[in-house]
């Protein structure tokens, strides 16, 4: 028997739950990072949040697996991303922490980031600038800028494994305190991941950690001779 077509008509929307935000744009990968979700209708003990590596399902990312929500409006996470740098991860929810829907237009991008800015004792005329994934090529010396110490700038770098290596032109002594930013030069070289070939983005001035312990005192001159 051939049902009768029939006319428009009214869908009853019993969808109680909402989702307004995910925190932060951009993670890390391959590092813990808590990701916040906030709402509401979330079901504490039930609901819960899971990354896709789809835009349209919900196939699970890369150290995205299900977790419960912490509250009724939100829920803050830990996640390890495992994707490439550049990669896109998409929220999926689920009231009954059993039948997940894709919420597209909230997702998360996995980049590369600074972890830390140091000089060592031992080495008093080299920052070592650490990410959270290898690098495969840095920016020229004029991509950056450093601030603090009169007359201290970057001669030149190099890569690391993890680090982009600046050589100063002098050592940096006890106790001095400057930052160092960085800006995407217009064209390359530029700091790029190695797998991915990902542009690292700008960052602002970052606090250099001073770690050289060693000092000179005024040399004095008590007695010249032949």
């Known amino acids: 028997y051939n049902s009768k077509s029939f006319s428009n008509q009214a869908v009853t929307n019993n969808v109680d739950w909402t989702v307004t935000s995910m925190t932060p744009g951009n993670v890390a990968r391959n590092t813990e990072t808590t990701i916040t979700v906030d709402g509401t209708g979330f079901l504490t003990g039930s609901s819960k949040v899971m990354l896709s590596s789809s835009s349209t399902s ?38 009954d922490g059993t039948n997940f829907v894709n919420v597209a237009s909230t997702s998360v991008t996995l980049d590369v980031q600074l972890v830390s800015a140091t000089v060592s ?19 020229a010396a004029s991509g950056f800028t450093l601030a603090g110490v009169t007359g201290l700038t970057v001669s030149s770098t190099a890569v690391s494994s993890n680090a982009v290596e600046l050589t100063l032109n002098k050592a940096v002594l006890k106790d001095e305190t400057f930052t160092v930013k960085y800006d995407v030069p217009g064209g390359d070289p530029k700091i790029k991941e190695q797998t991915s070939n990902w542009e690292l983005a700008s960052f602002g001035a970052t606090s250099v950690t001073n770690g050289v312990t060693w000092t000179f005192d005024n040399p004095s001159v008590t007695q010249i001779g032949k």
């Open 121 to 139: 004792t031992n080495r008093a005329n080299v920052i070592v600038l650490s990410f959270t994934s290898a690098i495969g090529q840095t920016a």
């Open 58 to 95: 919900c196939s699970v990312a890369g150290g995205g697996s299900a977790q419960l929500v912490t509250s009724g409006t939100q829920a803050a996470r830990k996640f390890t991303l495992t994707g490439a740098a550049g990669t896109q991860n998409y929220l999926c929810f689920s009231k």
